[in-house]
């Protein structure tokens, strides 16, 4: 072992703390009121400058740093609704503040538009008796897109209906399906989290056309009817048919689609390409747009010209032999429409580029062994960007000021911790929202330059009355024996060191996953807290593989999944063995997703190690699992017939020992249930004995009451074979 990077609530430091009697009910772990919470809300920035607004109960308020004011009241508002004949509310909404006066809120289906000078109240999206989904309202105009099933619907406020998008069968005007227009595509990686993108002065849409028809669909079955039915999804496995994908541009004005052109031949690699960061010019007339092989090793900035869908130019490529992941579009300079900056892993780790539009690099703009995770804004002259990076610590999110000419980076956020950060629109303050191991989250007003800092909000600890555990994060050698590894450990409260508790090894392990942070409550839950109340150690640990330590600490684990996360998790077990505390004869494992499949794996591996595992939704062979993130990591089965083989748990069921519990929703389209079925036949085969349980009308994850039943039954099976 290592160092220790942060103790709370440990032995000696805080004997007060302990004081507290008061131990968490299995019903009160999905209580918010258990959770920070931020009493002032909506908090933002108004205009230009450096107003602030935000809620407070049933009030708004603006104003400075120094003095706030209260300026809507929701008796004021809700006045204004029953004059306009329009449904009241009972608190106040979400508000989006555009200026000083105008206001935007969503109200009964409808998205509202309000003018406190004036008061004058506006319906922007009209209410419809169906709900819209994934509404994108434009700006500076008055219209506003929304897909209903899988038709793409386009609108103007003023003139109602421009267009609609939907495959129709010729015969019949049937929607065809398998075509889906308007909504996210790529099963949602790359940074994809919608499919229609105004252009900034909202006279042009593009969006997403998606066709799966060519994919094999999924039978799910529903069993909440009286005959069960079936209800598919399309879901490209590794090494099958993907779908394809393009890109439409509609002009509002011109009332004129063209799609672009991003197949330069037609080779079915050409039409199965991952198009993403999709992202307009500051002046509507180009779009850009990553186009990534589906082999996910080659990436190409493409810009296509609006008006004719055309290839203008390209800009550059990325090559790397493991993989290429372009998560990010591109972010125009606000003084200089022909440069833009661009997020890449090229150097080893996640940093800023400069580029003119032309393709010509201008330089690297920010260096160093640590991650850039996003862009946030400019100021308005131009001279400076906001970023998020862990340069500080690994374990937490920093905010900086980089000089645009320099690279000279300034940290806005000195507090450690995990920040989320809003930048004034002309840079000179931010509204700075954290919280660390000490703070359950406080709320910052600050000026860029450093001359003000004002705290807006502490937010109380919600469980100061409780009998709190020990939490604390460490670091200790990868199976490598040289890189540090992050650990979160959990002990129960007043730990007696000479006592030997039953520990529970809490695992992901998956890229795009962090589960130690410096955050309130170390990144952990009130699960984890209620198993260390009743006596259990809980430890974490972020092998490699997992995010925000660099390409190498990431991409080691491609075409081997499992193996160097297994290595690593392994040397959590060894350091927890050599603590007098932890009883190495009661330990279990316990993970969910691709957690399932580590949980599963370090059970069969080590039998002698754990007696228990829980493994939810747990990913069986790679095989089964879709295209966009199994090739990334694995290649497809025909490419690395070895490593699939490798990876799967179906051969291994005849090493399982002792007590496994497997826990799946019968109705999951990302970790398809044939992962499970066909694990416990395995085991069948193998003559093993294993548990298993099925909630029968839940995705992915359980969510909603019912995980409560979920917390209970891995808690019981603890009790029982555990502890």
Sequence with gaps: MKKIFVLTAALGTAVTFFAQTRMLTSDQLMTRSLYPSIELRNIQFVGNGSQLAYTHGDTLFVGSAKRMRPRLSLSQLNQVLSLAHQDTLMWMPELTMLNESELQFQAAGSLMHYDMERRTLKEVVRRNREYRENLDVAPQTSRYAYTDGSALIICDAEGGELKTYCDRDSLNGDIEPGVVYGQSVHRNEFGIEKGTFWSPKGTRLAFYRMDQRMVTQYPIVNTAVRVAEEAPIYYPMAG???????????????????????????????????????????????????????????????????????????????????????????????????????????????HVYRYRTDGTL??????????????????????????????????????????????????????????????????????????????????????????????????????????????????????????????????????????????IVYVYGGPHSQLVTDSWLAGANLYFM????????????????????????????????????????????????????????????????????????????????????????????????????????????????????????????????????????????VVMWQNSLEFIDACIDAGRQVDYFVYPHHQHNVLGRDRLHLFAKMFDYYETFLK
């Design 240 to 350: 099958m048919k993907s779908h394809e994908v393009t890109v439409g541009v509609y002009d509002c004005d011109r009332q004129k689609t063209v799609y672009l052109h991003t197949r330069q031949d037609t080779s079915v690699g050409e039409r199965e390409a991952y198009l993403t960061n999709v992202t307009w010019s500051p002046d509507e007339k180009y779009l850009y747009i990553a186009k990534l092989n589906r082999e996910q090793n080659h990436m190409v900035l493409e810009c296509y010209d609006a008006e004719t869908g055309l290839l203008s130019r390209r800009l550059f490529e990325e090559r790397n032999a493991r993989y290429v992941e372009p998560c990010d579009g591109l972010h125009f300079l606000p003084k200089a429409d022909d440069e833009f900056l661009w997020l890449s892993r090229r150097d080893g780790y996640n």
């Design 362 to 503: 201008v330089g690297q703009l920010t260096h160093g062994d640590f991650e850039v995770s996003e862009i946030i804004g400019f100021d308005a002259r131009g001279r400076y960007v906001f970023l998020y990076a862990n340069k500080e610590s690994v374990v937490g999110r920093y905010a900086y000021k980089v000089d645009l000419a320099t690279g000279e980076m300034t940290l806005m956020t000195p507090e450690h911790g995990t920040h989320s950060v809003t930048v004034s629109r002309d840079g000179g303050l931010i509204i700075d929202r954290y919280s660390n191991t000490e703070t359950p989250c406080n709320v910052v007003v600050a000026a860029t330059d450093g001359r003000l800092k004002r705290l807006l909000y502490q937010a109380e600890n919600p469980l100061a009355d409780y009998a709190m555990p020990g939490i604390r994060i460490g670091t200790l050698k990868a199976s490598d024996a040289k890189t540090d590894l992050y650990y979160r450990m959990i002990t129960p409260p007043g730990l007696d060191s000479s006592r030997r508790y039953p520990t």
């Design 530 to 669: 209620y198993l260390a109340q009743q006596g259990y150690v809980v430890f974490t640990l972020d092998n490699r593989g997992t995010s925000n330590r660099g390409f190498e600490f990431e991409s080691c684990i491609h075409r081997h999944l499992g193996d160097i996360q297994l290595a690593d998790q392994m040397e959590g077990v060894h350091y927890l063995s050599s603590l007098p505390f932890v009883d190495t004869d009661r330990m279990g494992v316990e993970g969910w997703s691709f957690g399932g499949f580590m949980t599963i794996t370090m059970k069969l591996a080590h039998p002698e190690v754990f007696k228990v595992a829980c493994a939810g939704g747990p990913v069986i062979d790679w095989k089964w699992y879709e295209i966009m993130y199994g090739e990334r990591y694995m290649d497809t089965p025909q490419e690395n017939p070895e490593g699939y083989a490798a990876a799967s748990l179906i051969g291994k069921a005849d090493r399982l020992q002792g007590r496994l519990l497997v826990i799946h929703g019968a109705e999951d389209p």
